[in-house]
C-alpha cells in the first residue's frame, strides 16, 4: 500500500510517500511544497492545491496520513498552519484519497515507541524504518516519512486486529 505522508504549513509542506506490504517499509518519494513569502495568503493556497494536486496526480496514493493541528503558542501561525492544513484536506478528498489524521504524539509513539520524542530521535528512526542512508531532510520532509509510516503501523495493527 502506497501512503502520502503530509506535515501541514503555510511556507513549507511536506510530504513523504512510503510503500509498504505489511512487513516492509519502502521510501518512493519525499520533500517538501514551498509558497513565497510577500505575497497574498490565498495566492499561496492556491499554490500549495496545485503543487499537492501535481503530486497527487503523479503518485495516485490512495491514501494520505495527515498531521492534526496541534495548540501552538503563536495564534497567527496557528491560523496559517490551519488555513493550510484545510487546502490540504480539500484537495486530498477532491482527489478521492481516503485520509487518515494524526496527533503528533500518535506519530512519535508509532515511530519512537516514545510519544515524547524530540525531532532528531524521530528523524533517526525514520532513517532506520526506511534505510535511509542520511536523516532526511528538512525536519518537514521527515516528519511526513513519519506520518507515512505512522499510518502503515496502524493499517497493520488494525489488520492483526481483525
Given at each position: 500500500m502506497l501512503v502520502l505522508g503530509l506535515d501541514p504549513g503555510l511556507a513549507i509542506t511536506?510530504?513523504?510517500?512510503?510503500?509498504?506490504?505489511?512487513?516492509?517499509?519502502?521510501?518512493?518519494?519525499?520533500?517538501?511544497?514551498?509558497?513565497?513569502?510577500?505575497?497574498?495568503?490565498?495566492?499561496?493556497?492556491?499554490?500549495?492545491?496545485?503543487?499537492?494536486?501535481?503530486l497527487l496526480a503523479e503518485y495516485r496514493p490512495p491514501v494520505a496520513a495527515v498531521e492534526e493541528l496541534f495548540f501552538a503558542t503563536n495564534a497567527r501561525t496557528a491560523i496559517m498552519v490551519g488555513e493550510a492544513r484545510g487546502v490540504v484536506l480539500l484537495t486530498l478528498a477532491q482527489a478521492g484519497v481516503r485520509i487518515a489524521e494524526y496527533t503528533p504524539l500518535q506519530v512519535k509513539q508509532a515511530v519512537t515507541g516514545y510519544g515524547q520524542a524530540d525531532k532528531l530521535q524521530v528523524q533517526q528512526m525514520v532513517r532506520l524504518l526506511l534505510n535511509l542512508a542520511e536523516l532526511p531532510k528538512p525536519d518537514d520532509a521527515?516528519?511526513?516519512?513519519?506520518?507515512?509510516?505512522?499510518h502503515h503501523n496502524s493499517s497493520r495493527m488494525a489488520q492483526l486486529l481483525e
Open positions: 511536506g510530504y513523504g510517500l512510503v510503500e509498504g506490504d505489511g512487513q516492509h517499509l519502502c521510501p518512493i518519494a519525499y520533500g517538501v511544497l514551498r509558497t513565497p513569502a510577500g505575497i497574498a495568503i490565498a495566492d499561496r493556497l492556491v499554490m500549495l492545491h496545485d503543487a499537492l494536486a501535481d521527515a516528519d511526513a516519512l513519519a506520518l507515512s509510516i505512522c
